[in-house]
């Protein structure tokens, strides 16, 4: 049996003007990318953001190709500490190519918006100072821009890929089909196109799929197929909220990708927004209707969950469905956008907090030899105390080597100012004399003159600086001069300069 490729792979963009649709986007990618054969543009790094499937890896991969620059790509698969990408990156950006093709590489940076949880700890701000210092382009690739840090965003040419637009898709789809020897009969090739939702790499795959197998495909093949295909979340309430056939809108939810669980959601967040219109009160009817099928559909949600029984999802799913449908008394006009749950919005924000809450508990605990545990419900507040005093801020935001978002948090500051900003410059340029000697080379730059150590050094703490941390804050604190050598020692006896330098 032979296996056949990809056809979304076979028939990836070569060059940027093989990227279908997405003009001015792409105009401006090549823009940016000119300018970096005449120097240095005012924005080292571009992040290509949108839905999956759309091509914001194949541009990249065609700016590239354009202007004859190498490729060096960072997947998700890849481990991507603040080390590796410093290692990678930093030296990739920083250093010229010494094959001689091109004086230039380009760093691709896939789904930049997942740098997070432990595999990639440290790996967001490695980008900021990787971007910061680059002398070669950069590109970070993210479904949701929003899933990067303010700072890092600051940094970047924004540029948003829309969905593809399906009289664009027609074209390529034809072309793809001739080369591979398919007839295509009327309306086919459209049909494909506009079931995709503007998603490139499912019409092509779509097509692929309808294909298999024959020569020719004709209207009546697609709309057999069609049914297998995955129905999106935005058809299915539109069916639920525009329609006035429960049949249909609970079969809509048959090819869903979404449990029950999930699809009330749904419906419960864009409930109040469909059903008033222009004139009508905030409460209408038509909404408490709907809500009370919600809640006796939530009622079965909650006994499978306590039973397991999942074959009463089939009723929860008839209320949710058929009772929003039968709960209208007309069909509004007017376009509404649907929104996602807020709840889930809520949550994420909550983890992003309780994560970043955690990871400053980690370098708390690191610099006081605690559990994060401890740190955090015991020493993080006197750190965010201290944050909070001009004396103490950038020597705390540098012997713990806090990010700017992590500072942020800290200080309880919801964007950088003048001030927080100078706070954290400074903390970078004292951090070059905190760091110990094993700390990750990229915290350290090399024309950095060496300081007097006695100035400001994480190392050489002595038993007074714990002293009084024991006294001001009672027992518990690690004593650093425990091991220090003798050369330690005479450091420690000379005069305070910092907080940290008792
Ligand atoms: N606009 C487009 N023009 C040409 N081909 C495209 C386009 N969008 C998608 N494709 C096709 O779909 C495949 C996937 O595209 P690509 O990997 O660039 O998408 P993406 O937006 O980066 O999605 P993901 O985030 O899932 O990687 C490519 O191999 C290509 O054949």
């Known amino acids: 049996m032979t296996v056949q490729m990809e056809w979304a792979e076979k028939y990836r963009p070569v060059s940027l003007s093989d990227v279908v649709g997405h003009k001015k986007v792409i105009d ?19 992040v290509l953001h949108g839905q999956a499937g759309i091509g914001k890896t194949s541009s990249a991969h065609a700016l590239a190709r354009d202007m004859n620059w190498e490729v060096i790509e960072l997947n998700a698969s890849d481990q991507r500490t603040a080390g590796v990408i410093e290692k990678i990156a930093g030296s990739a950006s920083t250093m010229k190519t010494l094959t001689g093709t091109s004086d230039k590489r380009l760093i691709i940076l896939d789904e930049a918006d997942n740098l997070h949880g432990n595999s990639d700890r440290g790996g967001a701000r490695a980008i900021v100072d990787v971007i910061k210092k680059a002398s070669q382009p950069i590109v970070l ?3 949701d821009i929003y899933g990067l840090s303010s700072t890092v965003r600051s940094l970047c040419l924004e540029l948003k890929f829309g969905s593809v637009q399906s009289r664009s898709m027609v074209p390529a789809l034809k072309k793809i089909a001739a080369q591979e020897d398919v007839m295509c009969g009327v309306g086919v090739i459209e049909k494909i196109a506009e079931s995709a939702d503007g998603d490139f790499r499912s019409a092509v795959n779509d097509l692929q799929a309808i294909a298999m197998g024959r020569t020719e495909i004709n209207i009546e093949d697609i709309s057999t197929s069609e049914r297998d295909n995955k129905e999106s979340i935005f058809k299915v309430v539109g069916r639920i909220f525009k329609g006035k056939d429960v049949s249909s809108a609970l079969e809509a939810t048959y090819n869903l990708d979404e449990t029950p669980e999930d699809l009330i959601h749904w419906v419960d967040e864009n409930l109040p927004y469909q059903y008033t219109g222009k004139g009508e009160e905030a409460l209408t009817p038509d909404i408490i209707a709907g809500y009370s099928y919600l809640s006796r ?30 709960s209208k008394s007309r069909v509004r006009g007017g376009f509404v956008k649907y929104q996602p749950p807020s709840l889930w919005r809520k949550m994420g924000q909550m983890r992003s907090r309780r994560n970043m809450r955690n990871n400053i508990a980690v370098k708390i605990g690191s610099h006081c030899n605690e559990s994060m545990r401890y740190s955090r419900l015991e020493v993080a507040g006197m750190y965010s105390r201290l944050i909070q005093e001009d004396e103490y801020a950038a020597d705390v935001v540098a012997v713990l080597g806090l990010d700017m978002d992590e500072m942020l948090h800290m200080v309880g500051a ?25 700390e990750p080379a990229f915290f350290v730059e090399k024309a950095a003159p060496k300081k007097d150590p006695s100035q400001l050094s994480f190392d050489s703490l002595p038993a007074s600086n714990n002293a009084t941390l024991d006294s001001a804050f009672g027992k518990g604190f690690p004593n650093k001069d425990e091991g220090a050598t003798p050369a330690k020692k005479e450091v420690a006896a000379k005069p305070q300069k910092t907080l940290f330098d008792f």
């Not at 940016?32 to 790094?45: D, H, M, S, Y």
């Not at 939530?298 to 449908?325: E, I, P």
């Open 28 to 46: 401006d990618l090549r823009n940016w990318g000119e300018q970096w054969e005449f120097g240095t543009p005012e924005k080292r790094a571009v």
């Open 297 to 326: 559909s939530d009622r079965f949600l909650g006994r499978v969950r306590r039973r397991q029984n999942y074959r009463m999802w089939r009723y929860a799913g008839m209320l949710m469905t058929g009772g929003t449908v039968v």
């Open 414 to 438: 919801k964007k950088v100012t003048k001030k927080l900003q100078a706070v954290y410059d400074d903390a970078q340029k004292k951090r070059q004399v905190f760091i110990p000697a094993d």
């Open 141 to 143: 690739i993210a479904n």
